[in-house]
């Protein structure tokens, strides 16, 4: 079985990244400063986000390894496991991280938010890429974080150093934004896709076996992490994913209700209910009628 490392603390990264330990919650890498690399596999106990300038070979995320291209921002959160494979050709890294533990950011406003920030739980082949000027507004922010880093610690230093690494989530989130507008002929391909997908799902006689049909199980179907497949569908579409999800699953209980040899238990049963007064409860939530009084009236 290949050794994957744990890293738990920052300077626990920071000796295997071979550089000085300024803080012992935090820290910025420039990885000029880092010696060459050929191969690793760690488990994260810390926040990480790793910006890279050169390709230094696939990125292992999970069991999957991905192409790790110039110039994206790739998100890691405790708990998750990444690595490095140039299939044995040593390479010399470029670029910068941001490291840091969560109990830098315990008891901050930042505690309560980093959830909100989903792109931590996205897939590296959904990684951030970013424009030179996105670029250089990014390695700005590192740079202000590193410069709190380096002064005297002080009662005002945890407070500015969070309050930085929020103004820097802040802006990854705006470029992610931007990047789900110009990807938007891709997600419109990803949204035909899942429509195309739930049709099948409830043709086939899938809902009847598996149960109803979760978020989960479309992006996985998809290819998509959970996270980044809710955030694409909101976008272009305004709902969650499990409001799209429960919609079409509404539409195809109308089309069911014409066929008078079933009975309604039968129609939960064909979506995906075990019970029936559940189908009931979120028909008459989505329609304000119960399948009983939709039937009738039609």
Do not use: W
């Not at 300024?22 to 690793?40: E, K, S, Y």
């Not at 929020?166 to 899942?194: M, P």
């Amino acid at each position: 079985m290949e050794q994957v490392d744990r890293i738990d603390t920052v300077n626990e990264y920071n000796k295997y990244a071979g550089v000085d330990t300024l803080h012992p919650l935090v820290g910025v890498i420039n990885f000029n400063d880092m010696a060459q690399i050929t191969h690793f596999r760690r488990r994260m106990g810390i926040y990480a986000v790793f910006l890279k300038d050169v390709k230094c070979g696939n990125m292992l995320y999970g069991c999957q390894p991905y192409d790790y291209e110039d110039g994206t921002l790739v998100f890691i959160s405790p708990g998750q496991v990444y690595g490095i494979d140039s299939k044995g050709i040593a390479t010399k890294p470029s670029g910068y991280g941001l490291i840091f533990h969560p109990d830098l950011i315990a008891r901050t406003h930042l505690s309560k938010t980093i959830k909100d920030y989903s792109f931590f739980s996205y897939e590296v082949n959904e990684a951030l890429h970013l424009s030179k000027k996105e670029r250089q507004t990014v390695v700005d922010c590192l740079k202000k974080i590193h410069e709190e880093i380096e002064q005297n610690i002080d009662k005002h230093s945890n407070t500015l150093i969070v309050s930085n690494i929020e103004l820097f989530l802040n802006y990854c989130q705006r470029y992610y934004d931007r990047q789900f507008i110009t990807r938007s002929n891709a997600n419109k391909d990803i949204l035909a896709r899942f429509e195309n997908l739930l049709s099948d799902y409830f043709k086939s006689g899938k809902a009847a076996l598996l149960g109803l049909p979760t978020v989960a199980y479309c992006a996985e179907e998809l290819f998509l992490s959970p996270n980044y497949f809710g955030d694409l569908i909101k976008k272009e579409t305004g709902s969650t994913a499990l409001d799209y999800i429960q919609s079409r699953l509404i539409d195809e209980a109308k089309l069911r209700m014409f066929d008078a040899t079933k009975n309604i238990n039968d129609i939960a049963t064909e979506l995906g209910f075990k019970y029936q007064q559940h189908f009931t409860r979120l028909f008459k939530l989505k329609t304000t009628v119960t399948p009983n009084e939709y039937r009738n009236l039609n």
